[in-house]
């Protein structure tokens, strides 16, 4: 196999764990907070978080280019300071991330769900702060199902395409992740030289997910 | 006023349900593979066509090589009209080509443009090595003709080795021209065809005709068409002068 398929595959493994990394904190908080009791408007964030799996990723793309493009909200101000986002590697980051938030945070609030919530109560009674009930009772309790959000994260994040195209272009040995070389190699007529990439994506996100299933608790394991 | 409007459509359906069935008795609908540059020429054509003819044209617009791809593939199609000639020398290869429909037809040059509130302006070719210009879009360059003029024309002018780092590759030339009208790339170089359509975009410089390939569109009859005939027909207007009226109207030079 070629350095170049190489460096598509590692790259696309790199952008796939940053971009899990960057969603991990603020998906582990929406988790929890939609795995509370009801509020107010949790239904309305519940259904926001959702979006990204449900509206038209080449749309969600469009989304993030008005947003992070060199004339866009945040983008204009990144451009200041002199921070690229669009057609770098930080764009396929970026849309990956988005991309792979929605699994992370059901994952992650089915996993608090199930965690007995008159441990919490029982906590909070002998008066420990809603904090230290999350970090020593929650979380630990619910640690598997937040590892195995993340897995299936980084799974889907491997996968992304549409997004990614529309704000990261298409830039060999910058951008290029392996669902973009592949479409690239169709366009170009070389169908096997996407050959490899194709088995090695399916290899990875195959190994990724049998993970994500091990770790997943089952009845009467636990 | 909600419900009277779709009275009305339905009205309209209903009347002009019979023509349509009339119509499709002697019409017949053809389906043109034409490059991305000629989007806006073509659909002008096929307006004046439709009326003239009574065909139907069914205009398949994007890079000649995805075109091409395409036409290998099978998709049926009547008549292809290539940015670049080693598109048709392909498909004449593969003998998908009726004999002695291939013609060039037209012909074009390369700019260079900004994005039209941009400060920095590439006086020529070789302003675009400056730092300055970070990011420079084209058309993907081994495959689509608009990217693969360009990638040419900056190898003879020497500059291919330092900026082809900065090359971000779109899909084809117009998307070429929207990357740069959204300002998320510095520059681009696409054909001065695209620079007239644009809105949001200027030319900074022209590349001259010396320093270019030869830009040449080759318009041909497929053998995949199920109405050679009207085809043919076609192939014939597009080259005569009421069509490359049309085409020069908008920017086109003609062949040679």
């Known amino acids: ?222 | 006023m909600d419900h009277s409007q779709k009275v009305d459509v339905k009205t309209k359906v209903l009347l002009l349900l019979p023509f349509f069935l009339g119509a499709s008795l002697s019409a017949e609908e053809l389906t043109v593979h034409a490059a991305a540059s000629l989007t806006d020429a073509m659909k002008e054509i096929a307006a004046v066509y439709e009326k003239e003819s009574g065909d139907k044209l069914q205009l398949n617009l994007g890079a000649s090589s995805m075109l091409a791809r395409q036409i290998e593939e099978g998709a049926p199609a009547d008549v292809f009209l290539s940015a670049d000639e080693a598109k048709m020398d392909a498909l004449e290869k593969k003998g998908l080509l009726v004999a002695g429909t291939r013609r060039s037809l037209l012909s074009n040059t390369l700019v260079i443009i900004v994005p039209a509130n941009a400060k920095l302006l590439p006086e020529r070719a070789a302003d675009l090595a400056k730092p300055e210009f970070k990011r420079l879009a084209l058309a993907e360059t081994q495959t689509v003709p608009a990217g693969i003029y360009a990638r040419e024309s900056l190898q003879r002018l020497g500059l291919w080795e330092k900026l082809k780092d900065r090359v971000v590759p779109t899909e084809n030339v117009r998307a070429t021209l929207a990357a740069v009208e959204s300002g998320n790339v510095d520059a681009g170089i696409v054909y001065r065809t695209d620079a007239l359509m644009a809105k949001k975009a200027k030319v900074a410089a022209e590349i001259p005709a010396a320093d270019t390939p030869k830009i040449s569109y080759p318009l041909a009859v497929l053998q995949s068409s199920r109405e050679p005939e009207r085809a043919r027909k076609l192939a014939d207007y597009l080259a005569s002068p009421p069509a490359q009226k049309i085409f020069a109207k908008f920017g086109f030079l003609p062949a040679n």
């Open chain 1, 1 to 222: 196999m070629s350095a170049e398929t190489w460096q598509i595959v590692f790259f696309t493994i790199k952008v796939s764990l940053l971009g899990t990394l960057l969603i991990l904190p603020l998906g582990v908080a929406v988790a929890w907070l939609l795995a509370l009791r009801e509020w107010k408007g949790k239904a309305l964030l519940e259904t926001a978080v959702m979006l990204p799996l449900f509206v038209p990723p080449v749309a969600t793309g469009l989304i993030l280019l008005m947003l992070f493009g060199r004339n866009g909200a945040f983008g204009s101000a990144l451009d200041r300071i002199g921070i690229d986002v669009v057609f770098t590697w930080r764009a396929v980051v970026l849309a990956s991330a988005v991309m792979a938030f929605p699994l992370l945070v059901r994952t992650a609030q089915a996993a608090f769900q199930e965690v007995n919530p008159r441990f919490a109560d029982i906590a909070r009674t002998l008066g420990a702060s809603e904090w230290r009930v999350f970090a020593t009772i929650s979380l630990p309790l619910a640690f598997r199902g937040v590892v195995v959000g993340a897995v299936l994260a980084f799974a889907r994040a491997m996968g992304e395409f549409g997004a990614t195209a529309i704000v990261a272009g298409m830039i060999p040995g910058k951008t290029m992740t392996i669902s973009l070389a592949i479409y690239q190699n169709i366009q170009l007529g070389q169908d096997a030289a996407a050959l490899p990439l194709l088995l090695i994506s399916i290899a990875i996100v195959f190994l990724t997910v049998l993970c994500g299933q091990m770790l997943l608790p089952r009845k009467g394991r636990r």
